[in-house]
């Protein structure tokens, strides 16, 4: 029997003063306020190249699995914790996955009802960024 139960999302992200989400499931550390505007994909990577953020210059957008391990998928409208995550725009956030037989899309995550879908890299959207 499986005695690993799934982290509550309350235990699962831990909030630092730095600016920054530490989830520990994933081990992954989030920015947790996103900057002002949207951009294109190209954009995106070069805003989470310069980002400083929390003591660390590593920041990168994330992968489309990545966004999804942050939905709170019990808690629509919007499907984040909104302690961890305060004034998530009802927006699309941009990944680096590409849908497949399609080069030119990649995967966005919107966090307001949590669904995903995949754009064209020159359209424009939100970004989260991750390290």
């Not at 982290?7 to 831990?14: A, R």
């Not at 909030?15 to 520990?24: A, K, M, S």
């Not at 994909?41 to 805003?47: G, I, R, V, W």
């Not at 942050?70 to 984040?80: E, G, Q």
Request: proline content about 5%.
């Amino acid at each position: 029997m499986n005695t690993r139960r799934k982290l509550e999302m309350s235990e699962k992200l831990t909030i630092h003063e730095n600016g920054t989400v530490f989830d520990n499931g994933t081990k992954l550390t989030w920015q947790r306020s996103v900057p002002a505007g949207e951009f294109n994909l190209k954009e995106a990577k070069d805003y989470a190249e310069r980002l400083q953020l929390g003591g660390f210059t590593d920041w990168r957008v994330p992968t489309r699995t990545e966004l999804i391990s942050i939905l709170n998928l019990s808690k629509p409208s919007p499907a984040i914790d909104t302690d961890a995550f305060p004034d998530t725009p009802n927006a699309w956030f941009w990944s680096v996955s590409p849908r497949a037989l399609f080069s030119k899309r990649m995967w966005i995550v919107n966090f307001y009802y949590g669904d995903s879908y995949s754009f064209g890299v020159n359209d424009r959207y939100r970004v989260r960024c991750v390290r």
